[in-house]
């Protein structure tokens, strides 16, 4: 009987230390670092840019707004130079002293960038170049207005209205007259 107690004793514990060892090698999850919302992260030089995305109205392609957070951890007011292959580039202005700038949102300043096809769904290598250090690419999403949360921040489209976009006459005046006739007769 005591015999039992200690066998069942030893193989509890070599099961416990056995299931614990896991984490010793099995990679530990919360220690990686990712982007946990819908957009990417890239520092370039001393600049963060944070949870970089692309909008588009889903329609006109030929256009996205960057929503980002930029970041600036120098002690001196730095510009970012913001721009993809072909196209042309925007600059962004950060404050000095860890300031946060918030571009592309209601309040935020407006960096439209154009000279690629922006597609929902896809990525599109933006290039982000300080003033001082080195410059960083990375592929960013392209999101359109479908969530609500971004609805507001796609692009305008500059499209003049055209002909075509007035609505057509319709049939109503005719549908009204009808019923005044048979009530009458």
Same mark, same amino acid.
Request: glycine residues 8%; charged residues 15%.
């Given at each position: 009987? @005591? ?14 230390? %056995?299931?614990? $060892? ?29 949870? $970089? ?16 957070? #930029? ?7 730095? &510009?970012?130079? #913001?721009? #993809?292959?072909?196209?042309? &580039? /925007? ?9 946060? =700038? ?5 309040? %935020? /300043? @407006? =960096? /439209?960038? +154009?000279?690629?096809?922006?597609? *929902?769904?896809?990525?599109?290598? =933006? ?8 410059? $960083? ?16 921040? =796609? ?12 609505? $057509? *006459? +319709? /049939?109503?005046?005719? +549908?009204?007259?009808? *019923? ?6």
């Amino acid at each position: 009987m @005591k015999y039992r107690a200690v066998v069942s004793l030893a193989l509890a514990a070599a099961l416990g230390a %056995g299931l614990t $060892a896991c984490n010793y090698i099995s990679p530990q999850r919360t220690a990686d670092m990712y982007a946990a919302s819908d957009g990417v992260h890239v520092t370039a030089g001393q600049i963060q840019v944070r949870n $970089a995305m692309l909008l588009t109205d889903g329609e006109d392609t030929s256009k996205a707004s960057l929503l980002a957070s #930029i970041v600036n951890h120098t002690n001196e007011a730095a &510009s970012i130079t #913001i721009s #993809i292959e072909g196209g042309a &580039s /925007e600059n962004v202005q950060l404050p000095e002293n860890e300031s946060i =700038v918030k571009v592309g949102t209601t309040d %935020g /300043e @407006k =960096v /439209e960038l +154009t000279g690629a096809e922006f597609k *929902p769904g896809q990525t599109v290598k =933006v290039t982000f170049t300080p003033n001082e250090g080195e410059t $960083a690419s990375i592929d960013v999403p392209v999101l359109d207005g479908t969530l609500a949360e971004y609805s507001t921040l =796609v692009p305008t489209s500059s499209a003049s209205p055209s002909t075509s976009a007035s609505p $057509a *006459p +319709t /049939e109503t005046p005719a +549908t009204e007259e009808a *019923p005044a006739e048979g009530a009458q007769g």
